[in-house]
């Protein structure tokens, strides 16, 4: 379950930008995920919520994007979008993809307080 550690580097990284923006209080956090990330989003939030106890995160809202993986398609030379291990390529349908982007949680930002 890799969900608590990244909850944990979540909010330490959150708990980072509060200290040098001199934030008291973090009460939204919108975070992107992209498709091949492997993230289970039930298990993250509920580790989410733990984790930001006794932080300035506590209690905030986790709004949550979620965002297809960017591919290469060797057979038909398009930059395509999936959103599984198991999609193949939308244009031509062939399975010669190489993922570009598309495992990565990233904090797109914080309403603070």
Partial sequence: MHEVALCQSTVDIIEQQAK??????????????????????????????????????????????????QAWCWDCSKMVEVESHQSGCPQCQSFNLKVENGDSLRIKELEVE
């Fill in 20 to 69: 040098l923006n001199a934030v008291t209080r973090v009460s939204g956090v919108w975070l992107e995920i992209r498709a091949l990330s492997c993230i289970e989003e039930g298990a993250f939030r509920f580790c989410f919520d733990i984790a930001c106890r006794g932080t300035v995160a506590e209690g905030c809202q986790l709004h949550v994007i979620h965002t297809p993986a």
